[in-house]
Structure formats: structure tokens, C-alpha cells
């Protein structure tokens, strides 16, 4: 089992950057492949990154992908995605997720665990 703790959300203006940490518990981070998902009032949870166990593979939404960068530190139990050139549209609550296996998965259904979400805004 394991325990997430996202932090690092807050309210940004566009073009700007932020970066996004979710602290893992337990000696077992390397068995886990990781995701992060968003979640917009209203709307759906969505996939924006995921990464392998040992960070070799990652994967990135269409709507992210240039702009936002996932990885991790297996020796510190830390995911983390930088987001830079941020959007409005980029509003919304983001999860870390994490997933038996080698790689990470854009179902978050796929996922076993949840961090309790952090909260980024951003301001036209």
C-alpha cells in the first residue's frame, strides 16, 4: 500500500510556471508506475502524465504535452510535474495516482491509489 500527498498548487498568471510534488510512503515507490490526472469543476477527471517505475517511460496528454514534464525520484519517494507556459485552461484540481505494473496508464480506473488532489489556478 501506498500513501500520496500532492503539494505545490496555487494561483499562478498565465505564462507562467509552477511545480507539482506528490510525497509517496512506503519503501515499495519503485513498484508503482505513476500518474497525474485534473480534474476542472464540472468536468471529468482527465489524464495529463504518466511515468514509468523507474522514470525511463513517460507519456503526456496532447493538451500538455510540450508544456508539462513529469519525473520522479525514486531515492526520495517524490513525483513531480513542472508545468510551465500555463493556461487558464490548465485550471483545475490535479491528482497523483499510483499503478501496479511497469507503466504508467491514461485510465485513471487503471489506478489503485490517490493522493488527495492540490488546487491550481490560473489567471488570465
Known amino acids: 500500500q501506498v500513501q500520496l500527498v500532492e503539494s505545490g498548487g496555487q494561483l499562478v498568471q498565465a505564462g507562467g510556471s509552477l511545480r507539482l510534488s506528490c510525497a509517496a510512503s512506503?519503501?515499495?515507490?519503485?513498484?508503482?508506475?505513476m500518474g497525474w490526472f485534473r480534474q476542472a469543476p464540472g468536468k471529468e477527471r482527465d489524464f495529463v502524465a504518466a511515468?514509468?517505475?523507474?522514470?525511463?517511460?513517460?507519456k503526456h496528454a496532447d493538451s500538455v504535452n510540450g508544456r508539462f514534464t513529469t519525473y520522479r525520484d525514486n531515492t526520495k519517494n517524490m513525483l513531480y510535474l513542472q508545468m510551465n507556459s500555463l493556461k487558464p485552461e490548465d485550471t483545475a484540481v490535479y491528482y497523483c495516482a499510483a499503478t501496479r505494473g511497469e507503466y504508467g496508464n491514461q485510465d485513471a480506473a487503471r489506478y489503485d491509489y490517490w493522493g488527495q488532489g492540490t488546487q491550481v489556478t490560473v489567471s488570465s
Open positions: 511515468i514509468s517505475r523507474f522514470g525511463g517511460v513517460t
Open positions: 512506503g519503501r515499495t515507490f519503485s513498484s508503482y508506475a
